[in-house]
Structure formats: C-alpha cells, structure tokens
C-alpha cells in the first residue's frame, strides 16, 4: 500500500487484536476515516463485515478496492486490463507537466508512463469496482518511484534512487468476499456517522493541522483526472485551499469529534489518536465515557520518516530541530462491558 503517514502499518496488530477482543463472534465493523483502508483491509482478511469510508477521492478508490471488491468477482479482468495497459507506450500530459516539470514529485519518464496508462484507463469503460482496482495498481506503482520524504508537501532536492526505476504495475491484494457485502463510500464522517449502525466504529480522524489532502494531493488528481488548477512549490489542488476538515483545527475538532462519537449507533467504539494531536489523552477519555467503560492502550513509536530526516529551507540546508523523534499512539477502547485487551508491545 502506499506510504502513508497515517498509516496504522506498525499498529495494526493492536487493532486487530483490540478489535478481536471486543467481538470474539465477529461481526460488522466500520471505519469511518479509512485512509490507505489497511485497517479495513485487514479486518477483512479476518473475516469481518466491513464499511470503509473517507472523504478523500483516493481513499475511497483504496476502499473500492482492498474493502468492497471480492476477489473472485474480478482477479481475472484485473489480469486483463493490467495486461492491456503494461503494453501502452509512454506519453506525456498533465500530468508529467504538473508533477515530473513544473514539481518533480516524479521522473519525467515515468509521469509519460503515468499519463499515458490514465489515459487509457479513462477510455475503457470499466466497472466501478475493477475502475478501483485498476487505479491502486497504479497509485501503487507510481508511490515505488516517487522522490518525496513521504508527503506531496514537498520533493526531494535531488531524485531519489527509486524514481529512476520504471513504473510497474502490480495486482493489488484483492481479498475474497466473506460471505457478506462489504462496502466503500465517500462522505464527510460527521454526516455519515448518523447513517451507521455497526457492531463496532473505528474512528481514526485527523488530529492536527496536517491535511491528508494536501499531503496526497498528486493522488487525488490521479484519481479524480480532473486537471485541476494548481498553486505554489507543490503544485497543489487549488482545492486543497477551500476543502478544510474541522478536524485539522483546533477549535474543530472537539466539536466535530463528539459529534461523530454521538451519532454512531455500535456498542462499541475504538478510537486513535497521537499524542501530537489537538486533543489530550484525557479529552478523549472523559468524551467517550458517555459510551461506556473505556480502556487505553498507549503505543510508542518512531515519527515519520520526513520528521526524522529534519527541518530545511528551500535551498536544502538543514534549519532549525525536530522536537522529538518518537510519539505515542493512543487506542481508546470503548465497550459495553471490561474486555480483557493484549498489553502493548
């Protein structure tokens, strides 16, 4: 899956086995900010009915494909039209103006590759779920040869090895159905957390200034293939300046947060959150005491890697420190009844 600081890659086991502990029986689970859906994913490899949603176009094409499609449904189109657009010859567009010239989020040779293969994707009328399938192919394959710390905030000073490299396209994990439909939809979660009614809500929101649109940016452009006026050093969506998320403010979040805990209907809730987010441990625990007993389970773990590599100026000298190179993960788990959660590692 793609890089992604959000990503709960390193925390996944506690999820899971949060998750297992809360409903030993299994059951209907959704996650209302799904991001790269490596949760939902997950929770689907174990069986569980899942409902991804996000308000990103990228992440609900992740969902689409690694939540909502059934394997035996379409592994064999998937083959097919990867096939198909492996042979297509390299042509620059849009995209390589935009990310490879005017940012140099990747290598000229592989934006024509990226151009092109979009292009063809656009003209074969696919179904929207092998559509999805088709597009984290190449999500996937461009974020291998991309020449960023992590984030399309910024690119590298000089190419990154990698981004020499020729695009692949690789069959993304697809998993079986679990006998019940899962599903992916788009929505802003504090208007689709009414709609839910799950045996238990993951909540992952945003928890600082930090936009995951204006960090994936070149994604939503990729997938949305709208050609989308650009700004500043990045080239980013125009749209990154008006589509703001209370959750990237301060005085947002709580409110949004709340409300979105409030109008989900589960009788169980996990919620995480990082130690650098607006909202302290203890907010989050005397909020979600209202749905009954809550646990804490606190993770550290290392910062992201661009926070690791440190602070520079557009010249590319070093400015400034990095505060500190760890946080911690808070996973708040709200029952109806004390479960007895694994200890953190």
């Known amino acids: 899956m793609i890089k992604y600081i959000g990503s709960k890659r390193a925390l996944l086991h506690h999820i899971i086995a949060a998750v297992d502990h ?101 003209t074969m009328g696919l179904e929207p779920e092998l559509k999805a399938i088709v597009l984290v192919s190449l999500m996937e394959g461009a974020d291998r040869v991309d020449s960023t710390a992590g984030v399309q905030m910024a690119y590298m000073k000089q190419w990154a090895p990698r981004a020499f490299n020729t695009l692949e396209l690789r069959t993304p994990d697809v998993l079986p159905s679990v006998g019940l439909p899962c599903r992916a939809t788009r929505g802003d979660a504090v208007e689709v957390a009414g709609e839910v009614e799950a045996d238990l809500v993951y909540l992952d929101p945003p928890y600082n200034q930090h936009s995951y649109l204006g960090n994936y940016h070149c994604w939503e452009s990729l997938v949305l293939w709208d050609r989308p006026e650009t700004y500043g050093i990045a080239n980013k969506r125009v749209d990154v300046k008006t589509r703001k998320s ?50 804490v389970v606190d993770i550290a773990h290392p910062r992201y890697v661009g926070a690791r590599i440190g602070i520079h100026n557009p010249k590319g000298v070093k400015v400034g420190q990095v505060g500190r190179l760890r946080n911690v993960e808070h996973l708040f788990v709200v029952t109806d009844r004390p479960v007895e959660l694994p200890v953190a590692a």
């Open 22 to 122: 809360a409903l030993p029986n299994g059951g209907a689970v959704c996650d209302l900010f799904s991001g790269t859906s490596r949760v939902g994913h997950a929770l689907k490899r174990e069986g569980f009915q899942v409902w991804s949603n996000d308000l990103n176009a990228y992440a609900h094409v992740l969902a689409t494909a690694y939540v909502q499609a059934d394997r035996e449904t379409w592994i064999d189109k998937v083959e097919l039209v990867l096939s198909e657009l492996r042979t297509v010859k390299p042509e620059a567009g849009w995209f390589t103006q935009a990310f490879c010239h005017d940012a140099r989020f990747f290598h000229p040779d592989n934006g024509a590759l990226i151009d092109a293969m979009r292009e063809r994707i656009e």
């Open 246 to 295: 209370a959750f990237n403010s301060r005085p947002g979040i709580g409110p949004a947060l709340k409300s979105v805990i409030e109008g989900v209907k589960a009788p169980n809730l996990i919620v995480s959150f990082n130690d650098e987010g607006y909202l302290s441990r203890d907010d989050l625990v005397e909020m979600l005491s209202a749905r009954g007993h809550v646990q």
